[in-house]
């Protein structure tokens, strides 16, 4: 079974630039997160998907921040415009069904951004 | 202010040698999970623990949950080069529902 995809790997962009990473999740799972992860630092919570609903985003600085589960399948996350504090590792995660407090989360390899 | 405390926060060690990471926090968690993650890969799940005092055992691996479930600990007997990785906490408060919270991480490496 494939694991959570997550393109491009890398992005390096200057400041004021927009970007967008790209996430599909384990087939069948419903639930999708994406997560921002500084140096040095667990994972941050930017949003949860249950299916197309986006039933999470409290901690999305929706001022430049954006993202969309059109089909309730794949994801997009958009930045516009970057700014340097952004440079992060961008996570995506799904989990087979609402998620519970026992749930795993399979998380995708990341897309590392870097703003220059 | 970090929900979920882990110590310490690097950790180098010898081949063979015993060691124990913390996770502590001040809130309750209605279950605590441990993560490893290694370069340019997402974190993997190792252990979910939902009870109190639970202890469970993976291979070399023990976590236990505090019997408040405030706090975890992770302990590695006879540490091995294939264990080297960062080593997270999360947990899910008993207030804020699905929402995982992790902590910052241990930095393991385990020297041959």
């Known amino acids: 079974e494939a694991g959570v995809v997550q393109s491009p790997r890398y992005k390096i962009i200057e400041k004021k630039q927009p970007v967008a990473f790209w996430c599909n999740p384990i087939?069948?799972?419903?639930?999708l997160y994406w997560y921002r992860q500084n140096l040095g630092q667990g994972p941050e919570l930017l949003i949860r998907?249950?299916?197309?609903?986006?039933?999470?985003d409290s901690q999305l600085p929706k001022d430049r921040f954006s993202a969309e589960r059109l089909k309730g399948v794949d994801s997009t996350l958009k930045i516009q415009p970057a700014e340097l504090g952004d440079s992060a590792v961008y996570l995506c995660?799904?989990?087979?069904?609402?998620?519970?407090?026992?749930?795993?989360?399979?998380f995708g390899p990341g897309t590392r951004l870097t703003v220059l | 202010t970090q929900l979920l405390e882990q110590s310490p926060q690097f950790l180098s060690i010898q081949e063979g040698e015993n060691l124990t990471v913390y996770c502590n926090s001040s809130?309750?968690?209605?279950?605590l999970q441990w993560y490893r993650q290694e370069p340019g890969e997402g974190p993997v799940l190792l252990v979910t623990?939902?009870?109190?005092?639970e202890v469970k055992k993976l291979k070399r691996l023990t976590f236990q949950f505090g019997d408040a479930r405030k706090d975890s600990s992770l302990h590695i007997t006879a540490a091995q080069p294939g264990d080297t990785g960062l080593y997270l906490c999360?947990?899910?408060?008993?207030?804020?529902?699905?929402?995982?919270?992790f902590g910052e991480g241990t930095q393991l490496t385990v020297n041959p």
């Open positions: 995660a799904s989990s087979p069904r609402l998620a519970g407090v026992t749930d795993t989360q399979y």
């Open positions: 087939s069948g799972h419903n639930t």
């Open positions: 998907y249950e299916n197309e609903e986006a039933v999470d």
């Open positions: 809130s309750v968690f209605s279950s």
């Open positions: 623990v939902v009870t109190g005092g």
């Open positions: 999360a947990g899910h408060m008993a207030t804020s529902g699905s929402r995982l919270t």
